[in-house]
């Protein structure tokens, strides 16, 4: 890793800061309560330019490179308290915007990717089923070539945004007997006839992120709506998971700080026997903890962030920065609750929602135990 | 109608000042610097001019050393059309800094000319008027209501026993109080934009003017730290110690 922080990057994340503490911290405890999307706050981040920021100009973006962006993330983990809201948008930068980008004609790009960047639609990315997700390529929706497309049927679900989506990237099955080789892309719009989308599916954390299931039944997808070549979807799909992997936790890493600063300053201002609590090693020891993790998750994310920006292999580091900072975050947002005794375990003190945001990371992109075969796959065992 | 705005980089305000072991001054080493927030106020007026049709050019201006090139950077991205950056390493003090305005007011010619009410480090207060005296324009301090209309403006004054509102012709000098506006945050595609704006140095010597600094710090000290207070039980207590440990009464 060769890099240092110009004084543009910095003024990218100060500014990510600036944006996040006056639009992105009021109201999350009721829309966390209530389930419901920022619809605003969404439309606030793509005004401020987050969605576009890596993408080209001529869609809309700014052309930032990925360690600017990382650091935005960050800023805006920092900054706000949304962890679901930047979850979503992430969500649909790595696995939406980032596949058409990189595998769409240029029709597929011109047609989405600036209503994407400006928010003014939203994207999903459907690969999991009820009876396959971490062994993903064991689905069974089927996408059968007929004239000038395809008829899908099958369902995904899991999917993030499926709720608010109005552009879905769903994988399919074209070639069943080829197993991971017979599969392809597709992008549908909402609206698409044999194309619905459930009622959102309700969960632990990241509750402003909604998410919902995906019905295709004989839907019919025209030929220039498949993403990539036919039966390439595996490639795809890896393609936006080693992205996803590497960039979807940037903005944990601004929480964590942000979690961080939150425990100190209670350690030092919530008195018990007589003396602030951090005088007890039982808490100062778990503070120098998070911070290590903190400064730890850090390293890694900016190591994976800079091999990617140099066009480098980050397959393993993207694994490994996937699994160690959706790890730590959890682990760091129980030693806050914590530390804030009982009143980490009530939603007012806007301490405990971390936690169950955290745990979101743990499973979504590929659980740890898949990032860890992966590791694993990449030493040679 | 040209708006000159003067802006001065200074250490964050969430920064917890550090004095220099030898007394010298504030540790700037390695301190995150940012713009006045009294400087960005008076920023975000002018460009708000600007949106409204009323300014036809905004103007940003700082004086001091190179690394404030990024602090006018993010001037420009907040908005600002040009900016310059008027080069020295002399302490600038604020006669030494309205005289240098004074020069670029030569210059450029702006109609009004947008300072913040003071800067967070020195607190001086005094860099506006002294520009104004110096032009022999009319001044409005302290504003926290600004409104132009044909060559006149409109200065709503935050004064002591409640609010003045006074009224000046144009040119003016305005300076600028922390509830006239909320600064906006930079657009993130701004920042790369603002990397195409222009971007002037001049050196200070270039401008002919005595900056030779007048004022001498003997010697900086953290403020004594206030000893913790105590509760008293009533009233008759209070009076007590009021007397005869405080024996101020
Ligand atoms: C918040 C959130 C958002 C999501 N968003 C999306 C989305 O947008 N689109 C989408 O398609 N999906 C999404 N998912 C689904 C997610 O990708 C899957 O939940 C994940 O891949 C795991 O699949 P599963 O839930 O079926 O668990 P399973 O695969 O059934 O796993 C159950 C357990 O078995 C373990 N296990 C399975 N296989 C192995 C193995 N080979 N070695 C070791 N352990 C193993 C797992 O680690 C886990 O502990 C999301 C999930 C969450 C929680």
């Not at chain 1, 979807?248 to 026997?273: D, N, P, W």
């Not at chain 2, 713009?35 to 004086?63: T, Y």
């Not at chain 2, 509102?165 to 506006?181: E, G, K």
């Amino acid at each position: 890793m060769d890099f240092a922080w110009s004084e543009e990057q910095l003024s990218y994340k100060e500014s990510a800061i600036h944006f996040a503490q006056q639009e992105l911290r009021e109201g999350i405890i009721e829309d966390d309560l209530y389930e419901k999307f920022p619809k605003e706050r969404w439309q606030k981040c793509a005004e401020f330019g987050v969605l576009g920021l890596p993408f080209p100009e001529k869609y809309g973006g700014a052309e930032a490179d990925l360690l600017t962006t990382m650091l935005v993330m960050e800023g805006l983990g920092y900054g706000g308290k949304d962890n679901g809201l930047l979850f979503s948008i992430n969500a649909q930068m790595w696995a939406v915007q980032h596949p058409i980008q990189e595998f769409g004609t240029i029709e597929q790009q011109e047609k989405y990717l600036p209503d994407l960047i400006t928010g003014k639609i939203i994207g999903a990315h459907g690969i999991s089923e009820p009876v396959s997700g971490s062994d993903a390529y064991s689905m069974h929706t089927s996408a059968k070539k007929c004239d000038g497309g395809y008829l899908l049927n099958g369902s995904k679900t899991f999917v993030t945004n499926a709720p608010i989506a109005d552009l879905s990237l769903v994988f399919a099955m074209t070639a069943p007997e080829k197993g991971s080789w017979g599969i392809s892309a597709f992008l549908i719009e909402t609206g698409t006839a044999g194309f619905s989308l459930s009622k959102k599916i309700d969960k632990m954390g990241l509750r402003t992120a909604p998410m919902g299931e995906i019905i295709l039944q004989d839907c019919f997808v025209p030929e220039e709506n498949r993403l990539g070549a036919e039966n390439i979807g595996a490639h795809i799909f890896n393609n936006s998971m080693e992205w996803e992997r590497a960039c979807i936790l940037g903005a944990h890493i601004g929480a964590m700080e942000r979690q961080l600063e939150t425990s100190v300053s209670y350690a030092r201002t919530r008195k018990q026997f007589k003396q602030p609590i951090g005088k007890f090693q039982s808490i100062s020891n778990r503070l120098a903890e998070m911070k290590i993790r903190l400064e730890t998750a850090r390293l890694l994310l900016y190591k994976t962030a800079w091999l990617k920006n140099e066009g480098k292999p980050a397959k393993m580091e993207a694994a490994m920065a996937k699994l160690y900072l959706s790890e730590v975050f959890t682990a760091s947002s129980l030693d806050a609750i914590r530390i804030h005794g009982g009143y980490g375990y009530t939603s007012e003190f806007e301490v405990e929602r971390d936690m169950r945001d955290a745990i979101g990371g743990v499973l979504y992109s590929g659980t740890s135990d898949i990032q860890r075969n992966i590791i694993a796959r990449y030493l040679g065992v | 109608m040209k708006i000159l705005v003067a802006i001065k980089q200074v250490i964050d305000h969430h920064v917890a000042i550090q004095v220099k072991l030898d007394n010298t001054g504030v540790e700037t080493n390695n301190v995150k610097m940012s713009i006045n927030p009294f400087d960005e106020i008076a920023l975000e007026a002018a460009i708000r001019l600007q949106e409204s049709g009323i300014a036809s050019e905004v103007i940003v201006v700082s004086i001091g050393e190179k690394p404030i090139q990024t602090t006018l950077r993010s001037a420009l991205a907040m908005g600002a059309d040009r900016a310059l950056l008027i080069q020295t390493d002399v302490e600038t003090q604020p006669l030494a800094v309205a005289k240098l305005l004074q020069a670029v007011v030569a210059q450029e010619n702006p109609q009004l000319v947008l300072l913040g009410k003071q800067a967070i480090d020195d607190d001086s207060h005094q860099t506006g008027q002294m520009l104004a005296a110096l032009l022999n324009w009319g001044q409005g301090t302290n504003a926290s209501q600004i409104i132009l209309k044909d060559d006149e403006v409109q200065v709503t004054r935050e004064i002591d026993t409640g609010l003045e509102i006074i009224s000046l012709s144009l040119p003016a000098v305005i300076t600028t109080d922390l509830r006239l506006n909320n600064p906006r945050y930079i657009k993130l595609p701004n920042i790369m934009k603002a990397k195409k704006k222009p971007l002037t140095i001049l050196a200070a010597e270039e401008l002919d003017v005595d900056i030779t600094p007048r004022l001498q710090t003997c010697k900086v000290e953290l403020p004594l730290r206030r000893k913790t207070g105590i509760k008293v039980e009533n009233i008759n207590e209070l009076i007590t110690k009021l007397q005869t440990e405080a024996k101020v009464i």
